[in-house]
């Protein structure tokens, strides 16, 4: 059952992060650094923009909730109110272009670029807003130059940081802030939310989402995401389907991609890993509750090869070699370790 405050905020499977940034508004308690950490497409976005609504409506219906409709709550859904900056690998990459240069961490110039914005006071509003996406990305030289920020905020500055991984981040900077993570949202919830924007395929869609609400909703206004997923969920079959050579070699064409895309080849490593989980359960005799219905066939033939233990065995497998890559264990090494571990067929 999703909580008013949460119906009231439009957001989806986190009740209590809703709850607690809400109650903070109420009782005039904001922190002035937030880090909101979650896999990619969880609602990350969706929730902080509600949040800053609520911070900025000017005809709220309640305590801590937004009305939708003043321009302070147009301008935030536009991404155009003129006291909140966001920071990301996109626009970065848009200032490198104009200076000749690319890069795929935010850098210590950017960081100081938010330290710049964060000294403006307020136009419109009560706070001037900082947002930093994609903070996963940020170097460890740009995290040292944000500590100054945040050790020594200006009174009316918010901080939000938006990671994907949480982990890739410096205790110094975790320390500083206040710690938000989103977590997988149930599928039922995920179905509801389809159903009542017109789906009339909620249950596969919220299946496949694997707990990413944003996802599910990309996916519904762009049909080509979902196919694009079916079509990585047969790549990942063929890839366990192989025998011992051609599994290494595709272990090493991934391994080489992870340089120019950590979080494409961290997508497939997750398709990757919920597949065994499906055989798992097939071979368990609970093939109602697989995730990926169209390969199910396909998949019952797969797990008859392999015991149990087998099928455990691959998929704790994939769960190391994801865990290795974001400890920043050498690509080539976590993945060929990975195949090796997988039972033969």
């Not at 003043?70 to 935030?76: L, V």
């Not at 995920?190 to 017109?198: A, D, H, K, Q, T």
């Not at 990942?236 to 340089?259: C, E, H, P």
Request: glycine fraction near 6%; charge should be neutral.
């Amino acid at each position: 059952m999703i909580s008013p405050a949460s119906a009231a905020w439009g957001v989806v499977g986190h009740d209590a992060a809703v709850e607690r940034l809400r109650r903070q508004i109420v009782v005039g308690q904001v922190r002035h650094a937030t880090l909101v950490s979650g896999p990619a497409g969880v609602g990350k976005r969706t929730l902080v923009t509600a949040w800053l609504k609520a911070l900025n409506c000017q005809h709220p219906p309640a305590p801590g909730e937004f009305c939708g409709e003043c321009r302070a709550c147009a301008k935030i859904e536009r991404g155009v109110h003129p006291d909140i900056q966001r920071f990301d690998l996109e626009s970065q990459a848009a200032a490198s272009a104009r200076k000749g240069g690319m890069n795929r961490q935010i850098t210590i110039e950017t960081a100081r670029d938010v330290r710049s914005s964060a000294a403006i006071r307020p136009i419109e509003g009560r706070w001037r807003v900082v947002v930093i996406d994609d903070a996963e990305t940020l170097a460890e030289t740009a995290q040292e130059a944000l500590l100054k920020t945040l050790e020594e905020p200006p009174p009316s500055m918010l901080l939000v940081l938006l990671s994907d991984d949480q982990e890739a981040l410096l205790p110094t900077i975790l320390s500083r802030c206040q710690l938000i993570d989103l977590k997988p949202v149930a599928s039922s919830a995920i179905e509801v939310m389809l159903v009542e924007r017109g789906a009339g395929n909620a249950a596969e869609l919220a299946r496949m989402a694997q707990g990413r609400p944003g996802w599910a909703l990309r996916a519904l206004t762009k049909p080509a995401l979902a196919e694009q997923h079916l079509s990585d969920v047969e790549e990942a079959i063929d890839w366990l389907s192989g025998d011992s050579y051609q599994r290494v070699v595709t272990a090493i064409k991934q391994a080489d991609r992870f340089a120019k895309g950590r979080a494409e080849t961290l997508d497939r490593l997750t398709i990757l890993h919920t597949v065994w989980r499906d055989l798992l359960l097939i071979g368990s005799n609970l093939p109602d509750r697989v995730t990926y219905l169209a390969p199910r066939d396909r998949l019952s033939m797969l797990a008859a090869n392999w015991t149990l233990s087998d099928l455990k065995r691959g998929l704790v497998a994939v769960q190391t070699c994801i865990s290795d890559l974001e400890a920043n264990v050498r690509p080539r090494l976590a993945m060929e370790t990975m195949v090796l571990q997988w039972p033969n067929r």
